[in-house]
């Protein structure tokens, strides 16, 4: 679920980049696999892709008319595994990014998990746009911006969250970049838990004061959800024209999903 939110921004963002054939810069500060198999332990020990691509897919699988990037999501996935009856493979943000990025567009994707970054490489190799690294996002993105050549593009800053000083740390990391290249796009996800440690990242990035075009909370919640994540979060700076109502049908067309499977 919180994946999916995610993941259809990132593709609803770099869709909307390769209207114009002028290349662009796209950075994952914290890319994961890029690939995920989700018969591993991990997975199936989360299992958070039950209530959220596997079901979402199932659901989409034979919708029509649906918006490019849901079509897209829906796409990738398909390709990616053999039967439609069993996923065993989903897609992660770096992934998706190589995928629609072209030759003339450069992707930089950084892991600082020793277990994570191979898998990223291997996700990545045979991509002749992009460059992984094993090193921590926010000095990456510190050495890439302002970007020289490619003079537009964005980020994806997708942090793990394991302590409450990160939420903080994420915020002052963005405020930095920000400063440095103004015209970049940024798209930061955040978990919304019971304590609400969200509005040490949202509050500092509000004080930056944009004007309403250039600034977009997005915020998908689950409804009653007990325990754990109550919804997740978006905020972007200079969304391209046009994404966040493109964002907002795709959130209800996938809210209603949601409540509907839910009920059952
Ligand atoms: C939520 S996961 C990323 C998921 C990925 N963006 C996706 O959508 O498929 C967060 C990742 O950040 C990595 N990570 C943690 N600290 C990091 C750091 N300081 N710099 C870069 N990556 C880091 C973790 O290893 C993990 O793979």
Do not use: C
């Not at 963002?13 to 890319?31: E, G, I, M, N």
């Not at 440690?197 to 009653?224: C, Q, R």
């Amino acid at each position: 679920m919180a994946d999916v939110q995610k993941h259809l921004w990132l593709i609803t963002v770099l869709q909307y980049l390769t209207k114009k054939d002028k290349p662009f810069l796209w950075v994952d500060t914290h890319a994961g696999r890029g690939l995920y198999d989700l018969q591993s332990d991990e997975a199936q020990k989360i299992k958070e892709y039950e209530s959220g691509i596997l079901r979402f897919y199932d659901d989409l699988i034979n919708a029509n008319d649906l918006p490019a990037p849901l079509a897209f999501y829906r796409e990738k996935i398909a390709d990616l595994n053999k039967s439609k009856d069993q996923l065993t493979i989903y897609p992660g943000s770096a992934y998706l990014a190589a995928k629609i990025l072209r030759p003339t567009d450069k992707l930089y994707a950084f892991d600082l998990h020793k277990g994570e970054y191979p898998y990223l490489e291997k996700t990545l190799k045979n991509y002749i746009h992009s460059t992984t690294r094993f090193e921590d996002g926010f000095k990456g993105l510190k050495s890439i911006i302002p970007p020289k050549t490619i003079k537009r593009g964005g980020v994806l800053i997708d942090p793990s969250y394991e302590i409450k000083d990160e939420y903080a740390n994420t915020a002052q990391a963005v405020i930095n970049a920000y400063t440095k290249w103004p015209q970049g796009i940024y798209m930061i996800w955040y978990p919304i838990l019971d304590k609400a440690f969200h509005f040490d990242l949202t509050e500092p990035l509000k004080a930056l004061n944009l004007p309403d075009e250039n600034f977009t909370i997005d915020e998908w919640h689950f409804g009653d959800v007990k325990k754990g994540m109550k919804g997740t979060g978006m905020v972007i700076l200079n969304p391209p024209y046009g994404t966040s109502e493109a964002m907002f049908k795709m959130k209800i067309i996938y809210m209603k999903k949601y409540r509907k499977l839910m009920a059952q």
